[in-house]
């Protein structure tokens, strides 16, 4: 019998022994890619070639994430969620047990900061911009490489958006479009457009309403914050979001509560279905599901 988190835990599977701890511990997070919607490609940090990316494979420093035209994808680092629009380019710079660095090249994206410790920072860089996550919240990044235009959304939260060698704060409620390269603050009720590469033109607004990537986030970000599992166990678990899609809690005298899956095959038992992976400068050896958890 397994104890409380069940066999939900072989989403990802640390083999990493007294050897590789000698070496140097690796970071005890990756980002899991729980959800994909269309086309969506992935290119580790250490190949050239892109191939059709799978759902629940761990992701570290160095990998890449592209979205097609009408996909979309949703990954999580802990309880941080990262959502990708369709037409988006992606990447992790920096992943480890403090810094979640996020380049976005092209496209959107939306982070959902649930939880941010006294010594962690969340940071996504654009083409010309570097953006701050400073406090948990809801944040809507878009870049335009081609332009170098950035833009950045706060539904909840603060940010700090650095460029040129200037930093200023964008609070909760504002919504920040940047150009060029250097940065300076634009306060509610001015805009500021300047012209060359080496200067920045600014327009602080009110949040826009919205739009339909915006609505998809919301919806998804709804069914974790109500999630019957995160009172079992940690948001930072490992695919603790997809716990009540796939299995119900049930009470066993002798352990508590424990997680089983709804409803599954004849013969079915944990790592069965899937693959193993050697995932560079993380985990060692992971396991990603080929199937849908509870399958």
Known sequence: MVRKVGYVAALVTVLAGAAMADAGDPPSRVARLNYLSGPVSFRPGSVDDWAPATLNYPLTTGDHLWTDPGAQAELHIGSTAIRMNSGTAMSILNLDDRIAQISLTEGAINVFVRFLGENESVEVDTPNVSISLLRTGDYRIQA????????????????????????????????????????????????????????????????????????????????????????????????????????????????????????????????????????????????????????
């Open 144 to 295: 335009d490489g081609d332009n170098n235009v950035s833009v950045l959304t706060v539904r909840g939260g603060e940010a700090e958006v650095t460029g040129g060698g200037a930093a200023f704060p964008v609070r909760a409620g504002q919504r920040e479009v940047t150009g060029g390269g250097a940065a300076f603050p634009v306060r509610a009720g001015q805009s500021a457009r300047l012209a060359g590469t080496e200067t920045i033109a600014q327009e602080i607004t009110s949040a826009s309403p919205p739009d339909m990537f915006d609505q998809w986030c919301m919806e998804r970000e709804r069914r974790e914050a109500s999630s019957v599992s995160a009172r079992y166990v940690p948001r930072e678990m490992v695919g603790y979001e997809d716990l009540d899609q796939y299995g119900v809690w049930t009470e066993v005298p002798q352990y508590g509560m424990v997680w089983r899956p709804r409803t599954v095959v004849a013969g079915w038992a944990p790592y069965h279905n899937g693959h193993w992976a050697w995932v560079e400068r993380a985990l060692g050896l992971g396991r990603s599901l080929g199937l849908d958890l509870g399958r």
